[in-house]
T-cell receptor, first 111, second 112 residues
Framework: DAKTTQPTSMDCAEGRAANLPCNHS???????VYWYRQIHSQGPQYIIH???NNETNEMASLIITEDRKSSTLILPHATLRDTAVYYC????????????FGKGTMLLVSP | DAGVTQSPTHLIKTRGQQVTLRCSPK?????VSWYQQALGQGPQFIFQ???????QRGNFPDRFSGHQFPNYSSELNVNALLLGDSALYLC???????????FGDGTRLSIL
């Protein structure tokens, strides 16, 4: 699976949009971009995934660049409960494939 | 709809002992994966079970073994425990091998 690069930490004010970047310049054509987050003392929580089109669900939006070398996870109105480590992972969608976690981005949402 | 459940939540063992951790997947899921998360690190893949067989394995010694039952639940066994095995052990389930994985809250294993 391709390697990803994320900032170590980011800050966001409560109520504002949080935009978390991820670089995956070596992504292959059959690899999807997945986002998970891990709140302290809990297991990772699946957020969203996509191949090349932008995706949106009740939690977040995923914007993938046209060349697929980078993506941005957007939390439209961050709350204090969104404080967590966010992991960007690329993974082959089919066949035997697992999740390879990096160090992720620690997002701190402040009042 | 119950999510992934793991038991026990915490466990303390001594070096050399053996431990068994248990996982019940989310309803409708048939694939179970296990991960080890050391303090301050991201989770590391141990192995994955589908149709009661180990399908993939990460870079872990054979002291780590597992099992999947017909009801899709799973166990992780670790023999000859070392101090370095102290970690949070996470179970994740998915609908088929390629589906998004959903995690439980883990078992915190401490080795004395």
């Amino acid at each position: 699976d391709a390697k990803t690069t994320q900032p170590t930490s980011m800050d966001c004010a409560e109520g504002r949009a949080a935009n978390l970047p991820c670089n995956h310049s070596t992504i292959s054509g059959n690899e999807y971009v997945y986002w998970y987050r891990q709140i302290h003392s809990q297991g990772p929580q699946y957020i969203i995934h996509g191949l090349k089109n932008n995706e949106t669900n009740e939690m977040a939006s995923l914007i993938i660049t046209e060349d697929r070398k980078s993506s941005t996870l957007i939390l439209p109105h961050a709350t204090l409960r969104d404080t967590a480590v966010y992991y960007c992972i690329v993974r082959v969608f089919s066949g035997y494939s697992t999740l390879t976690f990096g160090k992720g981005t620690m997002l701190l949402v402040s009042p | 709809d119950a999510g992934v459940t793991q038991s026990p939540t915490h466990l303390i063992k001594t070096r050399g002992q053996q431990v068994t951790l248990r996982c019940s997947p989310k309803s409708g899921h048939d694939t179970v994966s296990w991960y080890q998360q050391a303090l301050g690190q991201g989770p590391q893949f141990i192995f994955q079970y589908y149709e009661e067989e180990e399908r993939q394995r990460g870079n872990f010694p054979d002291r780590f073994s597992g099992h999947q039952f017909p009801n899709y639940s799973s166990e992780l066994n670790v023999n000859a425990l070392l101090l370095g095995d102290s970690a949070l052990y996470l179970c994740a389930s998915s609908r088929e091998i390629s589906g998004p994985q959903h995690f439980g809250d883990g078992t915190r294993l401490s080795i004395l």
